[in-house]
């Protein structure tokens, strides 16, 4: 044992000894390694060491440009070794990149904090919010319950409900029919005239015409008992140059057991729709002499002599309730308040001193400091127990203001026993003073119900309409900002409700209860004359109250069960009305135009959108405008169509100069009612058969009817007038926006005698002369896109060729650059062959193969009768040429065609008067 265990010390001792000798090699071989490399190179061969090496020195010149580009460090990762965090925690860049991320952020301003929802929520802030974004377009009081409910758009400087979100196009038509509707229709302002009464009739004279109807000397609107309607022009451009329609209000003033008119004259507001609002008051301005002191703000005192305008924009809010049940819903929400506790003041003793502005009955007296005064009220005066805040007891301290305020009272009685408001007086006029609203809410939202049918009173009698009903505070300025700066807070109401021993029951704050001065105007709704649907239909309520109180009336209304609607709710109703929608339905004013031009460009914008194979060619449907109408040529073409019948008549053809488009709506009462006679069979002249004759031939017809003189005057004055009409489909069929009337051919009669059910003619299909031009340039645009593609492709496998130069030889394109980069262009010739159809002079009414005799503006399907029912315009010289060829039958027929449809349908036609 001892023998081996020395023979393995040996053994491991020689092993060791061996190691030692072979470290000892391989240091020497070392040091002469390190000797040989520390020898200095005295030369080198430049040429041949940077072209050996040229591919790395490229590719390092690339690297350091990028250092310098328009990305961040950690952008210029690969992919596999990008990370989420990269662009705010450095920990995840990669070590040798910390520098330079490091210095980049530091450059860049870090975030700020953005603060919680519910910071941004609070009320003062959203408060903030709310004015800032009221700055460039109007907001109404009642936007933001709209805005959570409600489709809104932007027109006429206003942000307006368009529709709701639910489908409710049923539902509102229902409560139109049978219920209540109601919209508010604040963005409608008025402008207040001041001063002699003949000085403003006399100057406003020149901007209306009394053959367009009763204007503003009208003895039923003169006692400020009813409002007026008319339409605008400017100054003594009757009948071309039109605003738009307007409504107006002349103030009550009746000097009676003490109270006396005032010194300044009469008052006149007129109501004027926001699109031509700042046309109808420059011309109201201009109107008067250089006397006139226009003021849109504060109102100031005024001398018997002067003419004062005045802008009340956003002064009044103003409501729109539609259908039958409008009285029921008003009646709960309007209730009279309480002014028993007032004493009256001597008439004697109030002679001899100086009198409030707010005690006299028309309000309209302005005191300079009334608005200091007003001013001082403050809302954080929890009882309001000021002389400012009780402005009614001043004004009901009279006999005859109490006298007037009793009548009020009665006569609202007898009208909310009514089943309709077309019961009522046509637009007469209720002023009220009532309680505040907010104090009378149900617990929670009702159903609408006529209670009243066995109650009902039918017909109200005109007497109990007398002149004190439109006696109202409303008309003055200083009782209107008193009523608003007074106004409970929510907050300050909810408090009180807290403490009220009985909750649920409604508070009695007695003295310090606000009251509301508020006018009712009585809208009549439709005539049988021109509408479509039952006599009365669309009768409501316009209510007038002050600013400030809209969403206090606004949500009691909701909740006694009227249903809202909007712009397009408006506009339905007006249809099947049978009445012009402003400014829709005015394409003879700017604000119509301007309307029309924007709704162009939406439907043209809406078109190009589209593929060209998901959209209609127009040119093969044969419409040359799809998306607006050219009533310029209408009138011009059928003008010159009726020339050779005017000289066989000897009438001369009328100039129309002041009128830029050459065209005009036709508004003279006369002539619309002679149409609306000769067209409905009133008159009895030409018909005696169902006799149709031959477009073109005879004239039998059309000669006995210009043979009348009121037929030949018309036609020497009018001749360039459109008439506006009604369609009430046959059959089959609903019209839309911009589609053709036309006149039925004699084949088209035949047809439709033999076959009752005849659904109309088809249009042939047109010829696209551009659609092979189209076809090349489509072929030419294919291929410089392939041509584009196929070098493309070629660059990048050259590139894939080059791996260490891929990232350089080919620089990546910006977005800018891609934004801007346009298609290849085609062959110029073909464009110049796309512009032939420019060039080319059309004739609208020899483009179909029935003649176009006008355009539709509006149309959709009629509820109450079942079908279609659209309303537009003719020209007066095709209708001339319809009583040619249809004089002796009882109903004319029209032809309609919609604009991405080649099918004719057959509607009767009437005049809208």
Known sequence: MSNIRSFQNNKRKSAVDHSDSSNGVTKAKQIRLEEKNNKVVKDINVEGFAESRAVEIQALTEVVKRNGGNHMAFQKLPRHMRRRAMSHNIKRVPRRLHDAVRSELEKTKPPGKRPSRCYRRRPKNLLAEYERRKRKIGWLETHIWHAKRFKMVQRWNYKLPLHPNEKSIRACYRAVNKHCLMQDVSFESYIEIKGPQQRILQELSHLTSNKTGPTFASQMTLSGTREGRLTLYTYDGYPCSAIGPVTFLWQAVYPHDGIKALDNGSTLWICCHPSFYAQALEEVTKCFNKNTNFDSSAVQDNTCEEIRVVSLKDDLVKFRLYGPASNVVLSEVLQVADIENIEIKNEDNKENKEEPASSSISGSSTDAGADKQVGSLSLKDKDADVSAGFWWKDFYSSTASRSY?????????????????????????????????????????????????????????????????????????????????????????????????????????????????????????????????????????????????????????????????????????????????????????????????????????????????????????????????????????????????????????????????????????????????????????????????????????????????????????????????????????????????????????????????????????????????????????????????????????????????????????????????KEPEADPNIKNEMNLRDARDVKLLGHNSRMVCGFVRNGDFDFGRGHGTGLGFCSLAALLHLLEQQGQRKTYLVLFRNPTSFQYRFASLSIVV
């Open 405 to 821: 305020f009793l009548q009020q009272s009665d006569c609202w009685m007898q009208v909310r026993k009514c089943n309709s408001p077309a019961e009522a007086p046509s637009n007469c006029l209720l002023a009220l003073t009532v309680r505040d609203p907010r104090l009378l809410l149900p617990p929670k939202k009702t159903k609408v119900f006529n209670a009243n049918r066995e109650a009902a009173v039918g017909v109200l009698p005109p007497e109990l309409f007398t002149a004190g009903l439109g006696v109202s505070p409303l008309w003055s300025a200083e009782i209107r900002q008193q009523v608003k700066v007074t106004k409970i807070s929510e907050q300050r109401l909810n408090e009180l409700k807290s403490k009220h021993t009985f909750p649920g029951c409604p508070l009695r704050l007695r003295d310090k209860e606000s009251r509301i001065p508020v006018i009712l105007i009585q809208r009549p709704g439709s005539s049988s004359v021109s509408s479509t649907s039952h006599l009365g239909y669309a009768s409501g309520w316009d209510v007038l109250i002050p600013s400030g109180w809209a969403m206090a009336f606004w949500v009691a209304l909701v909740y006694r069960g009227a249903r809202v609607g909007g712009v397009r709710e408006a506009r339905s109703i007006a249809l099947q009305a049978g009445s012009l929608c402003k400014p829709f339905d005015f394409p003879d004013s700017p604000a119509g135009r301007e309307q029309l031009q924007t709704e162009s460009e939406a439907l043209q914008v809406r078109h190009d959108r589209r593929p060209p194979a998901k959209r209609p060619n127009y040119t093969k449907l044969g419409f040359q405008s799809p998306f607006a109408p050219q009533w310029s040529s209408l009138v011009n073409e059928w003008r010159i169509k009726t020339t050779t019948l005017l000289e066989k008549l000897h009438i001369s053809e009328p100039t129309v100069e002041s009128n830029k488009g050459g065209f005009y709506v036709l508004r003279d009462r006369k002539c619309l009612r002679l149409l609306n006679s000769t067209f409905t069979g009133n008159s009895g002249s030409v018909r005696s058969n169902n006799r149709v004759t031959k477009n073109g031939k005879g004239g039998e017809n059309i000669l006995k009817i210009l043979s009348s003189d009121a037929w030949r005057q018309m036609t020497e004055q009018h001749l360039f007038a459109l008439v506006p009409v009604l369609l009430s489909i046959r059959h089959r069929g609903v019209p839309k926006a911009f589609g053709h009337i036309c006149l039925p051919t004699l084949e088209d009669f035949i047809k439709l005698e033999k076959d009752k059910s005849f659904g109309g003619p088809e249009e042939k299909k047109h010829i696209d002369p551009e659609a092979p031009v189209r076809k090349e340039e489509r072929k030419v645009r294919l291929q410089l896109r392939k041509k584009k593609k196929r070098g493309k492709g070629s660059k990048n496998a050259n590139i894939q060729s080059l791996p260490t130069s891929r990232d350089f030889k080919e620089p990546s394109r910006t977005a800018e650059e891609t934004k801007n980069t």
